[in-house]
């Protein structure tokens, strides 16, 4: 076992980037990180620049010995890694904004990672991602990949498919859930066992156990869910829960609730605009905390943004994996039969035994029958996104676009497809 650890953020970046370094100072002891190297890309360089500073500042106050070196140089920085987080965001925020304001306009759900919207950021994202393992097979063919880069299930899925890196896709979802459901009953995570069934952003709780006794029923009864701050939705309707079995992720009320959530999304782009453009708004808030010589710990206004516990995850995982501890995580990993009506090489989003060989999905107990229809054919549109990312090619995406059970005509499509395609022009040299 390394007695010290060398991690790469890639997209280094981003305003999530304080909370990894506040979780690798808290893990420190199990998890013996000597050298953080951040890396960006030239239109990143000052926020950049930014994190790295508070990083120095942050480790610095904690007293403990490891380096932290920023760079634009992706390769020097992935040589001898140990493990390598991706957080890339192909085109920012602008692009995201585009995604989310373009399908408004054929009244469909625009949305950063589901429809329309989360399949532009899959083929921006999946090249690139493709490009980074192509560097780590090369120059640290040992090292783990941890995914947080949105559409974090398509892009785990593309690097099994067309990598040999060991890669696992991680979601700030189950995490933000298992903790409500911890401050829910009083007790500590480790005591609650939570189900999880599905694909990343598409996932089910199908069970949930304590002392061996399913308290499913009483969270059903229960009139509040469990939300986060990005995806706005009331609650779900009991009598559908109660016949579902099951507490979707609030993700799925773009599925579920497609016209309350399509309305929602209309009135805010009127009023406030896209959630690209508040985010925006809190990312620069935030840069200007962070540029504050005098902090030196991750600000309370970060959770105000949709990822809060992200990093957490990320360093838990880590920690797993470094230490073997056989813990249990809900990651993104293969699927090799454990949903048996899904393709054995598809990402699905389960629980995992966490080794130092890497996440062992735990078989499901119940797949609740309702589901299987919406979970198949996302997946099969995923698996088009997949290959049209990988080969530019349109006719495959053209039918992606047309199989994705929120899209409403194959003319919808057509016209969002090409209207969309032209708008991400710069960022899809594969098409163009």
């Known amino acids: 076992m390394k007695e010290t650890l060398k991690l790469v953020v890639i997209g280094a970046g981003s305003s999530y980037t304080p909370e990894l370094i506040e979780g690798i100072i808290m893990h420190h002891r199990e998890l013996p990180v000597r050298e953080v190297w951040l890396v960006d890309i030239e239109a990143g360089r000052e926020k950049l620049h930014t994190i790295a500073e508070l990083s120095k500042r942050m480790i610095a106050e904690s007293g403990l010995p490891i380096t932290v070196t920023q760079t634009l140089e992706r390769r020097e920085a992935i040589a001898g890694a140990d493990f390598i987080c991706t957080q890339i965001r192909v085109g920012m925020l602008e692009a ?22 989360g399949m532009m950021k899959g ?13 780590i097979e090369e120059l640290a063919p040992d090292a783990w990949l941890l995914n947080f880069t949105n559409p974090a299930g398509m892009v785990t899925e593309a690097v099994h498919k067309y990598s040999s890196v060991k890669s696992v896709g991680l979601c700030n979802s ?37 002392d061996g006794k ?34 979707p992720s609030y993700y ?15 009135e805010a782009a009127a009023t406030i605009g896209s959630r690209a453009e508040v985010v925006k708004k809190v990312e620069e808030e935030l840069f200007e905390l962070y540029r504050n010589v005098e902090l030196k710990e ?4 970060l959770e105000q943004r949709g990822g809060a516990y992200y990093s957490e995850a990320a360093v838990l995982l880590m920690r797993s994996i470094y ?15 454990m949903i048996d009506f899904l393709p054995d090489d598809a990402s699905i989003e389960v629980n995992c035994l966490v080794t130092k060989q890497g996440p062992l999905p735990i078989p499901l107990r119940k797949i609740p029958q309702p589901v299987k229809g919406l979970l198949a054919a996302v997946k099969q549109y995923e698996s088009l996104t997949i290959e049209a990312a990988v080969h530019g090619d349109r006719d495959m995406a053209l039918q992606a676009m047309v199989h994705h059970p929120l899209v409403p005509s194959v003319t919808v499509a057509e016209q969002l497809l090409d209207e969309m395609l032209e708008k991400n022009k710069a960022f899809l040299p594969l098409f163009h």
């Not at 005591?191 to 694909?199: L, T």
């Not at 799925?252 to 209309?266: H, I, N, R, V």
């Not at 230490?323 to 039969?337: A, E, P, W, Y």
Request: glycine content about 4%.
């Open 323 to 337: 230490n073997d501890s056989r813990d249990i995580q809900t990651l993104n990993v293969r699927n090799n039969g």
């Open 252 to 266: 799925l009320s773009y599925y579920y609730m497609t016209d309350a959530m399509l309305a929602e999304q209309k």
């Open 123 to 135: 083929l921006r994202t999946i090249p690139v991602i493709l490009d980074i393992c192509k560097d």
């Open 214 to 247: 399913s308290k499913l029923q009483e969270l059903i009864d229960y009139p509040q869910n469990y939300k986060a701050s990005n995806v706005p939705f009331d609650s779900w309707d009991h009598r559908f829960l109660n016949t579902l079995k099951a507490i």
């Open 298 to 301: 991750k600000p309370k206004q």
């Open 96 to 117: 995201r904004k585009w995604d989310e304001l373009i399908p408004l306009q054929y009244d469909v759900i625009g949305q950063e990672t589901t429809g329309p919207g």
């Open 174 to 210: 189950p995490i933000g859930f298992q903790k409500w459901l911890s401050e829910f009953f009083g007790l500590p995570i480790e005591k609650i066992y939570a189900e999880f069934v599905g694909i990343n952003h598409l996932h089910w709780v199908s069970d949930i156990v304590i």
